[in-house]
């Protein structure tokens, strides 16, 4: 049975800092991109960031780069995103996936929700 279990968010003011993790099994996680999208309220999912198989490529969406960062082990089957210097907007739910791309994806996690507010 496939399985990509999102957990670490919650709430946080805004600048500060929030650890995602996605725990994965069921299928072979060392052959997948993996990646984290988000959905606002009233918004579209987009891609935040994702990773190559080996781990030694990355992308980001712009409005994230230089404030997170996405990282994997694969002998763990975890892919972990720090996200530093929150702002309001960056206030979603958040969903992992593996896929053969950044954005052709075969596996969607639950999600979790990060909410950044005063």
């Known amino acids: 049975q496939v399985q990509l279990v999102e957990s670490g968010g919650g709430l946080v003011q805004p600048g500060g800092s929030l650890r995602l993790s996605c725990a994965a099994s069921?299928?072979?996680?060392?052959?997948?991109?993996i990646n984290w999208y988000r959905q606002a309220p009233g918004k579209e999912r987009e891609l935040v960031a994702g990773?190559?198989?080996?781990?030694?490529?990355?992308h980001y969406a712009d409005s994230v780069k230089g404030r997170f960062t996405i990282s994997r082990d694969n002998t763990k089957g975890t892919v972990w995103l720090q996200m530093n210097s929150l702002k309001s907007e960056d206030t979603a739910v958040y969903y992992c996936?593996?896929?053969?791309?950044?954005?052709?994806?075969?596996?969607w996690g639950q999600g979790t929700q990060v909410t950044v507010s005063t």
């Open positions: 996936n593996a896929g053969a791309s950044y954005n052709i994806v075969a596996f």
């Open positions: 069921g299928f072979a996680f060392s052959k997948y991109f």
């Open positions: 990773i190559d198989i080996s781990g030694d490529n990355t």
